[in-house]
């Protein structure tokens, strides 16, 4: 199996989701959008997975490739193929399904609860989140609904943090993927900017909370692994 993500800072990887990759021995291939925003063939993969970045799905007069990013994850999940997103990822999905992308009442900066719907309980992937989870947030903007989509997961200020549409396509506000070891990497990155706020932690706050990042990386990789399952009859 082969995973392609699509990255679009230097520091969002692929995170957790590279190490489960490599103990599965599935291969990885990147688009470096902060790069060459060169796009593969559809039939050159078999998951997708977009990553977060600082910018928004409505920056394209300042990024024109997100236009043609968007329009490829259109094309992937028309495919059928698994489709992955992760905050500004979970954005783009949510774009591509015509959902509307928006800033936030308020930021969400810092590890805070997210509160799984009762939907989660008997879904075969978000099964693992009942109740809540203290998860890492890095976001001003978020998205409706999309039709056709059904909410798994919200918090205090964002209605709609994790949705699956259809069989294929998973999209998460928050950051699973951020692990003890980059953790203060994505904290340095993004303290320029940080406004102070309700929903706001300060870095010192966060780098306090790093130790949620195991048990958060070993739901996902439950989550993974589901997704692993059901993708063979995808």
């Known amino acids: 199996m082969h995973i392609h993500y699509f990255q679009h800072d230097h520091f969002e990887d692929l995170g957790y989701i590279g190490d489960w990759a490599s103990s599965h021995n ?32 409505n920056d394209s007069a ?14 992937v ?30 930021q969400e900066i810092g590890f805070m609860p997210v509160y799984y719907s009762p ?11 009942a109740g809540d989870l ?3 947030h890095m976001h001003y ?4 609904l999309p039709s056709g989509a059904t909410t798994m997961a919200y918090s205090e200020v964002t209605p709609c943090q994790a949705f ?3 069989k294929n396509v998973f999209a998460l506000q928050f950051h699973f993927e951020i692990t003890e070891s980059n953790a203060p990497e994505f904290i340095r990155e993004i303290t320029p900017e940080i406004l102070p706020g309700k929903h706001v932690q ?5 780098m306090k909370h790093i130790n949620y990042c195991p048990k958060n990386n070993l739901i996902f990789s439950k989550m993974l692994e589901n997704i692993l399952a059901i993708s063979t009859v995808v």
Request: aromatic share 10%; hydrophobic share 45%; charged share 25%.
């Open 77 to 106: 999940i028309r495919s059928g193929k698994i489709v992955i997103g992760i905050c500004l990822g979970a954005q783009m999905v949510a774009k591509a399904l015509g959902a509307k992308v928006y800033k936030n009442k308020e």
């Open 141 to 144: 903007d978020v998205f409706d």
């Open 62 to 75: 300042e990024f024109p490739w997100i236009d043609d990013e968007i329009e490829f994850i259109k094309k």
């Open 164 to 166: 699956i549409y259809g």
């Open 134 to 136: 203290t998860v890492m």
């Open 202 to 206: 300060t870095p010192d706050e966060m």
């Open 119 to 129: 939907n989660a309980l008997n879904d075969n992937v978000f099964m693992h989140f």
């Open 26 to 57: 599935i291969t990885s291939s990147v688009t470096r959008f902060d790069i060459n925003p060169e796009l593969p063939l559809v039939e050159s993969f078999d998951w997708l997975v977009v990553m977060g970045g600082k910018m928004g799905v």
